[in-house]
């Protein structure tokens, strides 16, 4: 156990308990725990983590506000975090910004430590209140993070963070219209300007690659690629008997993108400017 050396402050006095506390039942067996008692454990946990992670980045913010590390040469309370616990610098920089958002937002930072969110949930909540214009008057923000904190207990982090894109709703529906368009243009510029694919031969008669493409694209070509691989199309061009009804597995998903290659007619394809030679 990694204990705090004469511990004074009351939060210090509460971790050195739940390190206590968790000691205690580092080796005790949880076979005899009923399936109800287990889900309202599990349940118990994630509120005490969320409960955890609040304490956490109230810490760290304060550890930056009083340069932690810098008596050792570290050039943050962030980098001297990850060195001390060998965790990641953006997980210790995600920590203390998350310190940062919360003290910036009241309300979500009681709603975290009450363990009534998770931290996905937390970062989410200030995400959409952040990107609020700066217009909006200070009861209306807290309108809206109020009203974000109670969707959480309906829906989880990435539902959320769909109910956040339509916020300005909540507060202004009038404008609304305007603001989502203009967003979704800023989207999708930022969406056009990401795209890119990169292919590499690795010598063994294969070839691998990424690529980033916008949201509309991807749903056109998983669309295409669904079609290609359903089960009746497949039994319709190799036989009944080629597959079960299932849905598509990566291995149908990539042959139905080979087919789709081979289906491009070969004379529609644009000449290269690189590959003409001019004539002399």
Known sequence: MTAIAT???????????????????????????????????????????????????????????VHLGQEVGASSAANWLAHQTRSTRSASYAAVRLGRDLEAHPGTREALASGDLTAEQARVVVRWVDQLPD???????????AHLIGEARHHDAKALNRIGKHLFEVIAPDEADAREAALLAKEEAA?????????????????????????????????????????RHVAATQGAGAVAERPPTPEALGQAFCDLIERYPADQLPQKPWGRRSAT
């Open 135 to 145: 217009t909006v008057p200070t009861e209306q923000v807290a309108k809206a993070e």
């Open 7 to 65: 511990p004074q402050h009351r939060v210090s006095v509460a971790t050195a308990h739940l390190h206590a506390e968790l000691d205690a039942v580092a080796d005790a067996s949880v076979w005899s725990m009923d399936p109800t008692e287990t889900g309202r454990t599990l349940v118990e946990l994630t509120r005490a983590e969320a409960k955890l992670t609040e304490l956490k980045a109230r810490v760290a913010a304060h550890a930056d506000d």
């Open 191 to 231: 969406a056009a300007k990401a795209c890119r694919l990169s292919m590499v031969d690795d010598g063994q008669g294969r070839t691998r690659g990424t690529f980033t493409i916008p949201t509309y694209h991807g749903a056109a070509l998983r669309k295409m690629l669904g079609a290609v691989a359903a089960p």
